[in-house]
């Protein structure tokens, strides 16, 4: 969903010029405001803090979901590093992750860029969201009807002009590129709008100004959008990164991780290890070391990005 | 950032648009533009019409002209198998698995979840946005930073932990099982709406306090109608996202019961036929299933399309 910023707002709501009486109104709001969070709190505490304990509890156990935990220590971490499909696990969501991401950030940095100099349709935005609206399953299926080896439009097509027909869904190299490509197909309209709404935060008069002394469009971008927009396009990049990671759904309803290994990506490989094998702890550990793969990315990504922030004071 | 500069901005403004005199700059660079604008909205749509065409042919003629661009052997068989108004046998002539899919029980599966998911995230992140901007307590911006926080969780950490939970809860393969987990918070949705009740202006709500009127009423009769434009944007967001999850709902449900239209999308394309896929089916199947969504967005799509931005950045 849309990003998250903490702006420190906090309005000042404490009129100094406050009638006694609504003085010792405001003083009750503790009772009030912890029936007012009480849901949200049970929410948080039962679905996000306590899953987290337990998940990194559950890792140090062997557990397959009848009987009770088992603590082993280290053994599920022992195992995963000696785990030849855990580490090409890990190979392939990287090449995923590095072919969905680069790919989908410059087409969307393009549609950005001309809808920002072309035009302000609501239908042009419209049309290029529309993929963003259906779910994965969706994007998936039809991906593979159109990219079947036999019957799919896409190889007919490669096949009038000479090539193919290709694997896209079964043969080993192919495979993490076309689900990188489904998915951008179906994020980059959503990235394009996000990175859209960043340009509008440039003043236009820049663009007239470099006009004036005669810069070219590319110079512009150059010069103006890339380094202005940067900001926002680490935050967009942050955050598509992170979900990028989690990818799932198409490789489940395309390859099932296959030919062999060659469409493993961690998420998968963690599924088919809690509900294939009932490998409960073993699976939590291969969760935990997606969490820390997550933690560094974000880590490295928010170091890099602090260094150069705001261009636009 | 140095890694993305080099892009290929195939922007392609050549340098025709060095300034001329003629301002009103219909140059060939403005001209490719919108070649690449209009190729872009062309494969971003082409798979809609793929589809379409798919579901309005019958498999064997698909089989035959794979690429004609208009439906082959023209029929709406493939709707009937997927509404199940068509005979198992009738179905596996025509290319069908045969087996029967509840589509109306999944679609009000889809139905019942999304709307719990949405009605119970926005009644509760918007008491909590309430107590969060509106009432003054005494650990109000930590409480709040915490739950900010929540927002750093990766989705796919909390699944295992969760599904463990909503078993020994005994809610597994139900459709509350399915909801639960996203009814009660989104640190998001939260956040969002705080954002929105601080702009509100105080003097309207100290003026009803002075009137008499308590902090509950406050919220239902004057915070809440003053953001039915938010929350509608928020709840259409959430119901979108919600009808389309896949992977929770994959884990909570076993049968028919629980079972929604992206995990029952994904069992009809598993039990293929001997044939061969059932490819006309598949995609009525998919169409179907998006179309409630797409017919979402272009009543709401103003709204959708200018809510994604930077909400909170600027």
Known sequence: MASHVVSPAGRPTDTQTRTPSANRRRRDDTRLALIFIAPAAVGFLVFLIWPLIRGIYLSFTSFNLLTPAQFNGLDNYRRMLLDPVFWNALKVTVEYVIINIGVQTIVALVIAVLMQRLTRSMVVRGIILTPYLVSNVVAALVGLWILDTSLGIGNQLLKLIGIGPIGFFSDGPWVIPTIALVNVWRYVGYTSLLIFAGLQTIPGELYEAAKVDGSSEVQMFFRITMPLLRPILALVLIISIIGSFQVFDTVSVTTAGGPVNASRVLQFYIYDMAFGRFQFGYASALAVALLIVLVIVSFIQYRLTRAGQTDLA | ?314
Not at chain 2, 82 to 88: A, H, K, S
Not at chain 2, 120 to 128: D, N, R, T, V
Not at chain 2, 130 to 144: D, E, H, N, Q, T
Not at chain 2, 253 to 276: I, M, N, W
Request: net charge positive; hydrophobic share 55%; aromatic share 12%.
């Open chain 2, 1 to 314: 950032m140095t890694t993305l500069a080099p892009a290929e901005v195939p922007t392609s403004n050549p340098p025709a648009v060095t300034p001329a005199p003629g301002h009103k700059r219909t140059s060939i660079g403005r001209v490719i533009a919108w070649i690449v604008m209009a190729l872009i909205m062309v494969v971003t749509l082409a798979p809609f019409y793929w589809i379409i065409r798919t579901a309005l042919s019958s498999n064997s003629d698909l089989l035959a002209h794979p690429s004609t661009p208009y439906p082959v052997g023209f029929s709406v068989d493939s709707f009937k198998r997927v509404f199940g108004w068509q005979t198992g046998d009738a179905a596996i002539a025509a290319g069908g698995s045969g087996q029967s899919i509840n589509f109306w029980l999944y679609l009000r599966n889809s139905i019942v979840v999304a709307c719990l998911v949405t009605a119970g995230q926005l009644l509760f992140s918007a008491m909590a946005a309430y107590a969060f901007s509106r009432l003054k307590w005494r650990l109000r911006g930590p409480v709040f930073a915490i739950f900010l926080a929540g927002l750093m969780v990766p989705a796919i950490f909390t699944f295992l932990p969760n599904f463990v939970l909503i078993k020994e809860l005994h809610l597994i393969d139900t459709l509350l099982g399915i909801a639960l987990p996203g009814m009660l918070i989104s640190p998001f949705a939260i956040f969002f709406l705080r954002q929105f009740f601080m702009t509100i202006s105080t003097e309207v709500e100290e003026a009803a306090l002075i009137d008499g009127a308590s902090k509950v009423g406050i919220f239902f009769r004057l915070i809440l109608p003053m953001s039915v434009a938010p929350l509608t944007t928020l709840g259409v967001l959430t119901y979108i996202t919600s009808w389309n999850d896949y992977f929770w709902p994959l884990m909570v449900s076993y049968t028919d019961s629980s079972r929604v239209l992206t995990v029952a999308l994904a069992v009809f394309k598993s039990q293929t036929p001997q044939t061969g896929p059932d490819w006309a089916g598949l995609m009525a199947a998919t169409l179907v299933a998006a179309l409630p969504m797409l017919v979402l967005f272009l009543v709401f799509a103003r709204r959708i399309v200018n809510s994604i931005g930077f909400s909170g950045l600027k």
